[in-house]
T-cell receptor, first 109, second 114 residues
Framework: DAKTTQPPSMDCAEGRAANLPCNHSTISGNEYVYWYRQIHSQGPQYIIHGLKNNETNEMASLIITEDRKSSTLILPHATLRDTAVYYCIRSGGAQKLVFGQGTRLTINP | EAGVAQSPRYKIIEKRQSVAFWCNPISGHATLYWYQQILGQGPKLLIQFQNNGVVDDSQLPKDRFSAERLKGVDSTLKIQPAKLEDSAVYLC????????????FGPGTRLTVT
């Protein structure tokens, strides 16, 4: 049970911002939200994580709603290399990641 | 920094045969994970090691799967005997320790059981 809900697929134009939503309405107070992505034929790659504040790093921004029931991963200027499956994961202690089926993001030229 | 190394990258065996996969984590990473990823699904954790001790093996099919991490560095995952439903990509990941947030994944071994 992945315990998060993501759209199965999304498209975005190259150079535009890609906004990937995730619903985690039953998240516990001590659970973080993690985002990983998996490019074809590669292992998953960590993108970002957060607890309740918005976070930004060199790859993406993570916006978490005030009630923590949902979040959005933002890739500010998507490139063709961002085409991948994106996984939103909620996890508490011991780094146990339960992957769902994720969102297949396709960046179109 | 060298990444997580796995071998072989591909393996084809017949059902009821045995197979072993090898993983070398990032140097200094105390925690090591094995995942199974069936086509079209997300990875599923099979076993987690902290140094050479098992932290979680609740989803490891212990009647046919075994894993070890001798000396707290390299790890091997074995399947004996293999079934058709074991066809999947087997991913190894490592992290600095259990409490760190980022897992680093290797490229995986694609197993096909015929």
């Amino acid at each position: 049970d992945a315990k998060t809900t993501q759209p199965p697929s999304m498209d975005c134009a190259e150079g535009r911002a890609a906004n990937l939503p995730c619903n985690h309405s039953t998240i516990s107070g001590n659970e973080y939200v993690y985002w990983y992505r998996q490019i074809h034929s590669q292992g998953p790659q960590y993108i970002i994580h957060g607890l309740k504040n918005n976070e930004t790093n060199e790859m993406a921004s993570l916006i978490i709603t005030e009630d923590r029931k949902s979040s959005t991963l933002i890739l500010p200027h998507a490139t063709l290399r961002d085409t991948a499956v994106y996984y939103c994961i909620r996890s508490g202690g011991a780094q146990k990641l339960v992957f769902g089926q994720g969102t297949r993001l396709t960046i179109n030229p | 920094e060298a990444g997580v190394a796995q071998s072989p990258r591909y393996k084809i065996i017949e059902k009821r045969q045995s197979v072993a996969f090898w993983c070398n984590p990032i140097s200094g990473h105390a925690t090591l994970y094995w995942y199974q990823q069936i086509l079209g699904q997300g990875p599923k954790l099979l076993i987690q090691f902290q140094n050479n001790g098992v932290v979680d093996d609740s989803q490891l099919p212990k009647d046919r799967f075994s894993a070890e991490r001798l000396k707290g560095v390299d790890s091997t995952l074995k399947i004996q005997p293999a079934k058709l439903e074991d066809s999947a990509v087997y991913l190894c990941a490592s992290s600095l320790m259990v409490s760190t947030y980022e897992q680093y994944f290797g490229p995986g071994t694609r197993l096909t059981v015929t």
